[in-house]
């Protein structure tokens, strides 16, 4: 291709090329930039949303009690009440009884050698969680004992912040809730008393007994009856040394009771599930947007401006090319004779 015919091409597709050119340099950087801020998005958008998540939940927490319908009537304060929490038709009691030796009752299942009968046995600080109900939306009637949930710590709680531990006594749920009887409906200070009263005088039996099979690995003071007994005689005080296992702070405890909704449906839940969708939204809303065209970001007049310059670029080089093609048409021609040029070469060198 002769530099005439590339000088024609410039000048003739100059605005085409030109504009080809920038739409592939954007387009390829776009791509690069959008795959990086979908990589981040999907590294960050889950943290950042779980955290906001847990926030909000910590401060619904914190300004429910706000909203509570409290109960129209008084009622007296039961006998070691720790903490009561009252939300709607809720109510949560934490009852706090310090550590000492106590007389227990345990079926022949429990004991080495099938030695069944009253053993006496040092506890730790036992913390008794009683979950009721008011009969009345409004709570103006009743109150009905949902369930009984016992804990155990080696310190005194100082704050609703401080973990509370699971027991290795028998006749426990999962959940900590106490396979216990029938306890009367009432007034609340009734139903506390019941419940503990309940609770220590009861047969203890090998049911959902897990945790008091394996109560050695926690506390091998306590692995069997006799040297639990033995111990509690030396030393009452030997049982604030359990390495107990761990449930949660009392709080979180408190809070999934108090905000508890009929057919055992919870607020958390419900805050769960609003939450997800939320989460769910914003992912999908920040996907159609990396997704967009980048054209319809870009301002008109910045594609503009790479055109003019490439157009303008090109122009130049259409000058230049013209330039050099007509020096080399109008180069001035050179007359030369070989034979004439032999001879000059002999008469210099002194051969002829």
């Given at each position: ?18 504009k ?5 340099v954007l ?5 690069r930039?959008?795959e990086?801020v ?12 779980a ?18 319908v409290?109960q129209?009537t ?6 070691n ?12 009691v ?11 009752f ?7 050698k099938?030695?069944?009968?009253t053993y ?8 008794f969680?009683l ?11 009743h ?13 005194k709680?100082s ?6 531990y ?5 006749n426990?749920r999962?959940d ?13 200070d ?8 309940g ?5 203890f ?9 394996s109560k ?6 306590i692995s ?10 030396n ?8 390495n ?7 709080i ?5 009771l108090?905000f ?13 599930k609003t ?5 769910s ?12 065209g ?7 007049d910045?594609?503009?401006d790479l ?14 090319l ?14 030369y004779?070989?034979k ?13």
């Amino acid at each position: 291709m002769s530099l005439k015919e590339i000088s024609t091409i410039l000048k003739t597709k100059k605005e085409t090329i030109s504009k080809e050119i920038v739409e592939a340099v954007l387009d390829r950087n776009l791509a690069r930039f959008q795959e990086k801020v979908k990589v981040s998005l999907e590294d960050n958008i889950f943290n950042i949303v779980a955290q906001l998540q847990e926030e909000l939940k910590k401060c619904i927490y914190r300004n429910a009690p706000k909203w509570t319908v409290y109960q129209k009537t008084t009622q007296l304060i039961p006998k070691n009440c720790k903490f009561m929490h009252t939300c709607g038709n809720n109510l949560v009691v934490v009852i706090e009884e310090d550590p000492k030796p106590r007389s227990v009752f345990l079926d022949k299942s429990l004991v080495e050698k099938w030695n069944y009968g009253t053993y006496y046995l040092s506890f730790p600080y036992v913390y008794f969680i009683l979950h009721c109900k008011n009969s009345k939306a409004d709570n103006t009637g009743h109150w009905i004992l949902k369930n009984t949930y016992v804990f155990w710590r080696n310190q005194k709680l100082s704050s609703t912040e401080d973990i509370i531990y699971k027991t290795v006594m028998p006749n426990t749920r999962e959940d900590e809730s106490i396979c216990m009887g029938k306890v009367s409906n009432g007034y609340l200070d009734l139903i506390v008393n019941e419940s503990i009263q309940g609770y220590w005088s009861s047969t203890f039996n090998s049911d959902l007994s897990k945790r008091w099979n394996s109560k050695g690995k926690v506390c091998s003071l306590i692995s069997t009856v006799i040297s639990w007994e033995d111990n509690t005689k030396n030393d009452p005080s030997f049982i604030l040394k359990g390495n107990w296992e761990a449930k949660c702070s009392l709080i979180d405890f408190v809070n999934k009771l108090a905000f508890e909704k009929s057919g055992d449906y919870s607020f958390e839940k419900d805050l769960d599930k609003t939450f997800h969708d939320f989460s769910s939204n914003v992912n999908n809303k920040l996907k159609e947007t990396i997704n967009i065209g980048f054209d319809k970001y870009l301002p008109k007049d910045v594609l503009l401006d790479l055109s003019e310059l490439v157009e303008i670029y090109f122009s130049k080089l259409g000058v230049i090319l013209d330039n050099i093609e007509n020096k080399v048409d109008t180069f001035p021609k050179m007359d030369y004779n070989p034979k004439w040029a032999t001879k000059n070469w002999r008469r210099k060198n002194g051969i002829l």
